[in-house]
């Protein structure tokens, strides 16, 4: 996080942290779409007081070029794994089909590959909001390893790789995702999605079940919704 | 269909709900023909379990008819009689195929939410929280049950509902905890409660080679029933101390394996709004877990203390000391259901054990919210509430 240019005074920062803090923690008390709203909004305040400036997007007029836009601490880094009981080739080529992304990817809509390892991704972003972005694959190696970053022009900067190692004597898949992105409206982005209960490595972490459940089980499991809906997820 | 609904504390009522539908390839919707309430369903109702919702259908022993089955479900056909363990398992994760199918991986929808509870989701139950899947239970005259080309036992008609319908929960969980104790001859078991888990213990401990088995409860038509159809020698703590009789009775050396079908209320909480609830668990931690601590107490050297009774939150004055001095071991655990199901079927069928000697009382699903109070307060000498839809 950058933070020494734009400093302001320590007063300043501390009436914004304050401000920030109980306008966030009211709204969420609120426990309703208002409160919400009204955590979001408050939620720059904080962000300025810890950071000492507004939340702006990350490499303004560079947009585009992942090795800028991600180099060393920016956009936001997830990492996670999970364990399969099938065999790597398996598990390699379901997630090497692009198209079978969205099965698992709750916030992907479609993935359409466009050949020579191009492919079109359209996701649904807060306030469902479409983002579209084209990628390229820029490692690929069976049973290994799978990267990509996104193309100049896109709506959103992300690169990640997801590798493939046996576990437990080769019985097991153990497969890891390194996802790096810069949101659209940059780091304060995901912190409002933070905010709002939407954190990124529990998305991919809950995906990542998914893929799971869908080629281990067959399917993705699902409760008959009650007399009263479901509030918690 | 009617439906036995939580609405709160101590708020049972039957409910006209809509009919399950298939959602799932694996599924199957089951016509029920008998259920039960589980000991574990008070706990629900005295509203000890957290995301239980109001409209949520309770129950997760029972029985019936496959009534229709998914496109994917190979297993089953329409007409099957069938008997459903409580724990929901996808037959094909690393849990499932270790034979350890409480712990399924991929059968709680909500598994998130026991994750930030327990660092791991065990499988998904019926009818036992949302934290727990939200599945809808039993208590009903239809169910829609997931996986169910790995779940439902196949009956014989050659054997009643009432001799086959504890195989959805109780009588495998008293056979595993009693196979928890590595019982060897000569063995001595303590069986601390004298509910339907602990009568099911009781009888498996025989089944597994017990030399003797003591119960221990203050109720005396529950000591009756273990010592008259379980064959047990029985101690009512309410008039002898325990910790005293059980050494007297095994030479000063203590039960080979103790056994505590007791339980705590199931709680706990990462959520900000189970934070209060986990609180009052601290309080009845000082309190309930009594069975558990007399159990390390009373157990030998280097035997074992089994531990069927459901504990759910974080214990108080746990004796973790006495359990490291004397060597002990500790099991526990949800029931591994569909390993334990096809064997226990086949002791029923062979004549060692008739299970029905349990049920106390017969009644239609109208009679729930009725049930539950009796049930709880142990009026009427209630042991098992058997309910059937009318």
Redesign the interface.
Known sequence: MKIADYSISDADRIGSLAAGTVLVAYGLSRRSAGGVWLAAAAAPFVYRGIVGDWPRPNGMGVRGDTRTALAGGRGVHVRESIRLEMPIDEVYRFWRRLENLPRFMSHLASVTDLGNGRSHWVARGPANLKVEWDAEIINDVANKVIGWRSLPGSDIVTAGSVTFSNARSAQSTQVSVNLQYEPPAGRAGSFVAIVAGREPSQTIREDLRRVKQVLEAGEVPRATPQATAERAS | MRAV?YHGKEDIRV?D?PD??I????DAIVRITATAICGSDLHIYGGYIP?M?????LGHEFMGEVVEVGK?NHKLKVGDRVVVPFT?A?????FC?EQMWSLC?????????AEKLYGYSAS?LFGYS?MY????GGQAEFV?V??ADVGPLKVPVSLSDEQVLFLSDIFPTGYMAAENCQIKPGDTVAVWGCGPVGQFAIQSAWMLGAERVVAIDRFPERLALARNNGRAEVLNYADVDVSDALREMTGGQGPDACIDAVGLESHGTT?DAWYDRAKTTMYLATDRPHALREAISCCRKGGVVSIPGVYGGWLDKFPLGAAFAKGLTLKMGQTHMHKYMPILLDRIERGDIDPSFIVTHRVTLEDAPRMYQTFREKRDACVKVVMRPS
């Open positions: 609904c409910d709900v399950p539908e959602l799932n390839p694996r995301t919702q109001s409209g949520d259908v994917d929901i996808c037959g094909h994760c690393f195929k991986d991929n059968s709680n929808p909500n598994a998130w939410m998904g949302h899947g939200g599945y809808p829609r997931p996986f959520l």
